[in-house]
């Protein structure tokens, strides 16, 4: 079996509701588990803001409450349901997932070619079982890079009286990606809270035009 079919299998258990089926689910995944508790001692949760894990396009949980807690008590999290710890619930969350979406289910993002693709990056750059370094510390450079870099084109706006910032990389292969980071309150750093492929630049660029000055994209 591989390393997608066992991830299946794993979210499959992770959302079973019985109490510790979530943790037994992710103690299953060697890789998963070493990668959360690796970015927890290198500090890199602490890059990222808060999201909800109530999807902003399906109005769905994008994961239970089971492996939400889970979760977050393996990354040495404090977290009130349904508000999370955005870089653990984007990336691993993510990862886990079965709720469909407009675009499919999560984990595509970091499985599939298009994100790696809109970064300039090589085909499986954010497979996440693949490479020294975690999912999360290759998502949290990509996005760091790319909001410090400006893109192609940039937005800055006040969200709920907070700082966000938008990014919207160049073209490459036929690929963008977004990077949206939000300060945690007013006068702070923006702080990440996604990242993700765009297949329509020009309808990303209208709704921001019209409306940047709202949270955005689950941010918390």
Do not use: C
């Not at 390393?3 to 060697?30: C, H, M």
């Not at 984007?90 to 709720?99: E, F, P, R, V």
Request: net charge negative.
């Amino acid at each position: 079996m591989g390393p997608i079919e066992d991830l299946e299998r794993a979210a499959s258990a992770a959302a079973d509701p019985t109490p510790g089926a979530a943790t037994q689910a992710l103690a299953s995944l060697d890789w998963l588990t070493a990668a959360v508790d690796a970015d927890r001692t290198a500090g890199l949760f602490a890059q990222w803001g808060l999201s909800t894990v109530i999807d902003e396009n399906t109005a769905d949980e994008v994961i239970g409450r089971p492996l939400f807690d889970a979760l977050h008590e393996r990354a040495g999290l404090s977290a009130a349901w349904p508000i999370g710890n955005a870089g653990l619930l984007h990336t691993y969350g993510y990862l886990l997932s079965l709720a469909p979406t407009p675009y499919g289910l999560k984990r595509e993002r970091w499985l599939g070619r298009e994100l790696s693709a809109g970064l300039g990056l090589g085909a499986g750059h954010f497979l996440p079982w693949e490479g020294p370094r975690t999912l999360l510390a290759r998502a949290t450079e990509a996005a760091t890079l790319l909001i410090a870099s400006g893109g192609e084109f940039s937005w800055y706006a006040l969200g709920g009286g907070r700082a966000t910032r938008t990014v919207l990389s160049h073209e490459h292969d036929g690929s963008r990606a977004l990077a949206y980071a939000v300060a945690p309150a007013p006068g702070t750093r923006p702080l990440l809270v996604t990242m993700f492929p765009v297949a329509q630049a020009e309808t990303v660029r209208r709704d921001l035009d019209v409306a940047s000055a709202r949270l955005r994209w689950n941010a918390a």
